[in-house]
């Protein structure tokens, strides 16, 4: 069959690749301490998935309109208020299959061949991707670990060109777990409307905030920011929804309306009963999503805990979601394991997977080689057992 440039031209998905090995492992019989997937390990709490066998029961399995139910859209504006303190418009709402198809919205209506698109890395893998996919040009800042990985005014204002469309930040970050600082955040909104740039604010992370850390949405900087401020969010991570595929945009109307209409092309309205049980997720208790959060915070501990424990690694505190990523390039050209030696953090992954069994995500994939990423989403004696695999193959 003819495959289109595009498509020749895309990477599948790195995290989702490095599952796939694991995987295969699995298969032959090996027990793999699995460290790659980014989604929370709990199921989804009760009271969300009795609303969607109630949509079902009660014949909810139609369309829907394209750009989500009324009552999702109020939903979502209230969870926002509630959060922020922000009221949107029901017009700024539009509810996707998922934050990673928002996100494609956004880049899909409104970037294009020869625009520029500034991505601080490192990112999260699919951002490039999508940006390419539209024809326009990621432009890749490199942050560093002494900043916490965050993108500083400087950076952001010495990366606009002309051409430049939109900056994507992710707050707090996967794959690095930063998380910005209220005034980090100020300056890069002033840079924004100082330089009339929009700013996709990728917020999917938001209630993974740990003690020490802050959260403010980037729309929340006053008017003229949250006017160029598209917010992107969705079930997936707050309430270990990432099979039910629920996402969403706040953003100014016009843009809104071109992303429906863009939905109405391509994918119709997003599931119907998954958009009954994010109702559900959004209006009632919120008290799963703190019990969760309790348990990424000890496992957070725990793995900054060993982390600390092994000689010549360095990492930024991860202040959200479930994350660490750290370096090991002091590693590189060391006999590891078996004996092997490598020389860059994919090779080091496959050699950490064939010897020890422990599956991580190379930095390369996030544009940051050295490194490589650790998900916390995972019961506390697999850390366990993870990491005492990691510790015995860097020290054979
Ligand atoms: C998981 C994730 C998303 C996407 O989530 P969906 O399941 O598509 O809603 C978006 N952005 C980042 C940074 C993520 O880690």
């Not at 890069?188 to 949405?217: C, H, M």
């Not at 930095?363 to 850390?383: E, I, M, N, Q």
């Amino acid at each position: 069959m003819h495959l289109s440039a595009t498509v020749q031209k895309l990477a599948p998905s790195a995290t989702i690749a490095a599952a796939n090995k694991a995987k295969e492992l699995k298969r032959q019989g090996v027990k793999v301490l699995e460290f790659t997937l980014g989604e929370p390990d709990f199921v989804t709490p009760k009271h969300i998935c009795e609303a969607a066998k109630q949509a079902m029961d009660a014949g909810h399995t139609h369309y829907t309109a394209a750009g989500g139910m009324p009552e999702l859209k109020q939903a979502i504006r209230d969870a926002y208020e509630r959060d922020t303190g922000l009221s949107y418009e029901p017009t700024q709402v539009v509810v996707s299959n998922g934050a990673k198809h928002s996100i494609h919205n956004v880049l899909t209506a409104m970037c294009g061949p020869g625009d520029e698109v500034i991505i601080p890395a490192p990112y999260w893998v699919s951002y490039s991707a999508l940006v390419e996919l539209t024809g326009a040009t990621p432009v890749i800042v490199d942050t560093t670990e002494e900043s916490g990985f965050c993108l500083s005014a400087e950076q952001f204002e010495a990366a606009i060109t002309d051409r430049t469309r939109l900056m994507m930040l992710n707050n707090p970050c996967n794959p690095t777990g930063a998380a910005y600082t209220i005034e980090g955040l100020e300056a890069l909104a002033r840079v924004a409307v100082n330089r009339s740039i929009p700013v996709l604010s990728d917020e999917i992370y938001d209630k993974l905030i740990y003690e020490g850390s802050e959260f403010k949405s980037f729309a929340t900087f006053g008017d003229d920011v949250a006017a160029l401020t598209i917010i992107v969010n969705g079930c997936s991570k707050a309430y270990a929804m990432t099979g039910w595929r629920i996402g969403w945009t706040l953003a100014p109307p016009d843009l809104s309306k071109a992303m429906e209409k863009l939905q109405s092309q391509e994918t119709s309205n997003p599931c119907s009963v998954s958009q009954f049980a994010a109702i559900a997720a959004l209006n009632e208790s919120q008290d799963c999503v703190a019990e969760m959060l309790t348990h990424f915070a000890k496992r957070r501990e725990y793995v900054l805990g060993r982390l600390a424990e092994i000689p010549n690694i360095s990492l930024a505190t991860p202040g959200g979601a479930f994350y660490a990523f750290f370096n090991v390039s002091s590693y590189f050209g060391k006999p590891l394991g078996s004996g092997k030696t490598v020389d860059n953090s994919s090779d080091f992954c496959t050699a950490l997977l064939e010897d020890a069994h422990v599956a991580l995500v190379t930095g390369d994939a996030f544009g940051a080689p050295g490194y490589v990423r650790l998900s916390f989403a995972t019961d506390l004696d697999t850390l366990k057992a993870g990491f005492d695999g990691l510790q015995k193959f860097l020290n054979p």
